[in-house]
């Protein structure tokens, strides 16, 4: 077990650097970074007077190895645009970030798996058919557009809840309401298809007939089957929503790390946007790291594999 | 800069504007007016920034030796009572006694001295360094005078001085910098910065010790500032009454929020003048450009009022002269073109392309503008490939001179004089397409020239040129939108800046 965790912590930082430096590569063929920093006011003379400040007519090489030894001191360097040091920056765009998506996947996982499990109970049921109707129009609805009804109904006509911002935990209802609900009906059809599949089975039948009850049999027995896709799925949604939450960090005006790296990016604010990447390839790493764990926790016959 | 408009934020806004059931309510009784900006300001030092908000923010916060009005253009003292040339390169300033920084600090001439050392010096890194690589040094004659040395003759000093050259406190910049000046500003203006949030959330109290200022006295008490990236959602906050003011707002939803009765609309220019850029130089090697009938038939091919009309609205202009009619110089006594697509077709016949050409065309905003140029381009046999790019990467190519035709704006960083902007783009610079040896000579005695009607003859000789020989095409003037609650009263002014020390409540 010992040796399988070394390994896998050797190869994530193998891939932790490999997305860092495809990403410099890519960050440097994208554009001149001295003419994004000057911004649209500036002179070719502004312009010049930042390459030499920067040191951006150095070669790529050389600017990505001194990036990359300073990142493994710990140093991020001073973000570009903002002039703060990036990792004081990124921890204080972090924490909403992290909450949404703790308290997105969350929603998702509670109304994802008792739906999905409800629909496999009876399937082609009015449930299932509600689920199903769910699903779809959750894959099929931008969040964006999902986000600005919620605002239109829950803010400006009911006047329950804040528009945007991130002051209160009430700022945070709609935002976790669009981002759950984006990952949503993945987790459901997986469940439910999960649920089919094992209730079918041999040793449902088996426990059916030693006399479990029925509960016994659906959570202890069945569900527990089931969910072992799921937990690797949510993982995955977890790192995505970290990552990928930038349209609904954007429609409520939350400022997190998604958004930030968003901005960054049209920025050429190079060391956030590097250190962002290493943040999210990490955290990527890290839930399958620990989806893999619990699924051994789940499921024993993993553990040997 | 760029907005995100599309289909998709009308769509939305129809769906918003249908919705609203609740009336606006102002945070008067607090005295507090909350305001959207869209973009996230990198740092609210001034000479570290180089946005619009960084503008407003300046002009809130701290104070310049001199001041225009925005309404007459006229200069008059600020932190200075009188100044005056010494020689052509030497101004000298009486200051302004018994004013205070925000933190209690007094202002005198050693905080002259020190802002324009520090920011002439290029290795301090200020951002936008033509703002200030006039100035060589100042130098204290007393306590309440002081002199600023030129490093050449530059007319343009004192609406510099009036506009991005504001003081800061010598002991305090000395000890914070730039960084901790971002995070907690400390200046002479009427508002204090009371916190901030880097590029989220700005609080501002007004200084209840502002001293006799031509800017006038703060009227509200506390402005709170949040960074709204959506349009969407800056219209839907207004509506549930925690916005009283936003801006920069899309001509289509402001007239949507115009027809509700409970907003004011107020629709103002701004110095943004939209042109089309040729390469008549040559630099993108041998293209249809080089030859003037070509740049005439541009000219001609492109119906200016009709994209003021229907596309930009609002107090936009057409204009003929590469640079903003009310700056000083910028005369507006020069070849026009009216839009007449036959004889642009002539034109381009007698160049030698009776049947047209094909030509790589860029732009970095304004989509739909772009579009609608491309379209009468078509229209006389100038086949376009159009290529929508980000600002760096056009303004990259631009340097390499690789861009034949491009749809190009220019805001002038709200400086009133003509050369902030033709003398950015034709006196040789990286920018430059054009390279006519007689133009660059023209606005070089135009430019450093302290006798303002030898000015103005030699700006008139340049533009004349240039129309003339069509190297550009310029087409019209921006606008935009101010909206805000029946609450708030406030004339928008035509530099787009916006003036919270204006502000007043109903």
């Known amino acids: ?305 | 800069m760029l907005r995100k408009t599309s289909p998709r934020a009308a769509l939305i806004a129809a769906t918003l504007l249908a919705s609203v059931a609740m009336p606006a309510v102002a945070d008067e009784a607090s005295g507090t007016l909350n305001v959207a900006f869209t973009k996230e300001l990198e740092n609210i030092d001034s000479y570290f920034n180089s946005s619009r908000e960084g503008v407003v923010m300046q002009r809130a916060v701290w104070d310049g030796l001199i001041y225009r009005n925005p309404e007459t253009n006229e200069y008059v003292g600020n932190l200075a009572t009188s100044w005056e040339w010494i020689d052509d390169t030497t101004l000298e300033f009486k200051l302004r006694e018994g004013v205070t920084f925000h933190n209690g600090e007094p202002f005198n001439a050693d905080d002259v001295v020190f802002t324009v050392n520090f920011v002439a010096k290029e290795e301090n890194g200020v951002k936008t360094q033509r703002n200030v690589n006039w100035m060589e040094s100042a130098e204290k004659v007393d306590d309440y005078t002081v002199r600023i040395k030129l490093k050449k003759k530059f007319p343009a000093a004192i609406e510099f001085l009036s506009g991005p050259v504001s003081m800061y406190p010598n002991e305090y910049y000395a000890e914070v910098g730039a960084s901790g000046m971002g995070l907690k500003p400390v200046g002479t203006g009427p508002y204090r910065v009371t916190e901030v949030v880097p590029g989220q959330h700005f609080k501002l109290e007004a200084n209840s010790a502002y001293h006799d200022s031509p800017k006038g006295q703060p009227e509200i008490a506390n402005i709170d500032i949040r960074t709204i990236p959506d349009v969407n959602t800056q219209m839907a906050e207004l509506f549930s009454g925690s916005l009283d003011l936003i801006w920069q707002v899309p001509a289509d939803q402001a007239a949507k929020l115009g027809q509700m009765g409970q907003f004011t609309v107020a629709n103002e220019s701004t110095m943004r003048v939209g042109y089309l850029q040729m390469d008549s130089a040559g630099r993108s090697g041998d293209n249809p450009f080089t030859n003037k009938l070509v740049r005439q038939a541009v000219n001609h091919a492109i119906n200016r009022q009709e994209l003021v009309d229907a596309l930009l609205q609002g107090s936009s202009k057409v204009v003929y002269t590469p640079c903003f009619p009310s700056q000083f110089g910028c005369v507006q006594d020069v070849t026009e073109y009216e839009f007449n697509p036959e004889k642009a077709k002539e034109l381009l016949a007698e160049a030698g392309y009776p049947d047209g050409f094909e030509t790589a065309f860029y732009a970095y905003r304004d989509r739909q503008y772009a579009e609608a140029i491309s379209s009468y381009l078509n229209n006389v046999g100038i086949k376009t490939d159009f290529k929508m790019l980000q600002y760096s990467a056009l303004r990259e190519l631009n340097m390499d001179g690789k861009v034949p035709l491009s749809f190009q704006t220019w805001g002038s960083y709200s400086i009133n004089d003509a050369s902030a902007m033709v003398s950015q783009f034709f006196k040789h610079g990286s920018l430059d397409s054009t390279r006519d040896d007689e133009v660059r000579d023209w606005l070089d005695v135009a430019d450093s020239s302290t006798n303002p009607d030898e000015r103005i003859e030699y700006y008139s000789k340049a533009l004349e040129k240039i129309t003339d020989e069509a190297f550009w095409a310029p087409m019209f003037t921006y606008n935009t939108n101010y909206v805000f609650t029946d609450q708030v009263a406030y004339t928008p002014t035509p530099d787009e800046v916006l003036r919270f020390v204006d502000m007043t409540w109903n």
């Open chain 1, 1 to 305: 077990m010992l040796t399988f965790i070394l390994k896998r912590l050797g190869l994530a930082v193998l891939v932790a650097i490999t997305v860092s430096f495809i990403s410099f590569s890519l960050l440097f063929l994208s554009g001149d970074p001295a003419a994004a920093l000057a911004g649209e006011t500036a002179s070719g003379e502004d312009i010049e007077a930042i390459r030499r400040l920067y040191g951006f007519d150095r070669p790529m090489l050389v600017q990505y190895g001194e990036w990359l030894f300073s990142a493994l001191r710990g140093d991020f360097g001073e973000s570009y645009y903002f002039k703060l040091p990036v990792a004081s920056l990124i921890a204080d765009r972090l924490q909403v970030t992290m909450l949404l998506g703790l308290c997105g996947i969350l929603f998702a996982l509670l109304t994802a798996v008792p739906l999905g499990v409800a629909a496999a109970i009876r399937p082609n049921s009015i449930i299932d058919r509600l689920a199903l109707f769910l699903s779809v129009a959750g894959q099929a609805m931008p969040s964006f557009w999902f986000g600005l009804i919620l605002i239109v109904v829950l803010a400006i006509q009911l006047g329950w809840l804040p528009p945007s911002g991130a002051s209160t935990w009430r700022h945070f209802v709609m935002p976790t309401i669009v981002l759950g609900y984006y990952a949503m009906p993945a987790i459901m059809r997986l469940t439910r298809a999960g649920m089919l599949d094992v209730l079918e089975s041999d040793f449902i039948r088996t426990a059916r007939a030693k006399g479990a009850g029925e509960t016994r049999v659906l959570f202890k027995h069945a569900l527990r089957n089931a969910i072992i896709p799921v937990v690797s799925l949510a993982a995955v949604q977890m790192g995505f929503m970290l990552g990928g939450s930038i349209v609904v960090e954007s429609v409520f005006a939350l400022h997190g790390a998604g958004f930030l790296a968003w901005e960054s990016i049209a920025r050429n604010d190079l060391p956030t946007v590097q250190a962002l990447i290493l943040v999210f390839s990490m955290f990527y790493i890290i839930f399958t790291f620990l989806a893999d764990v619990l699924n051994a926790w789940l499921d024993p016959r993993m553990r040997s594999a």
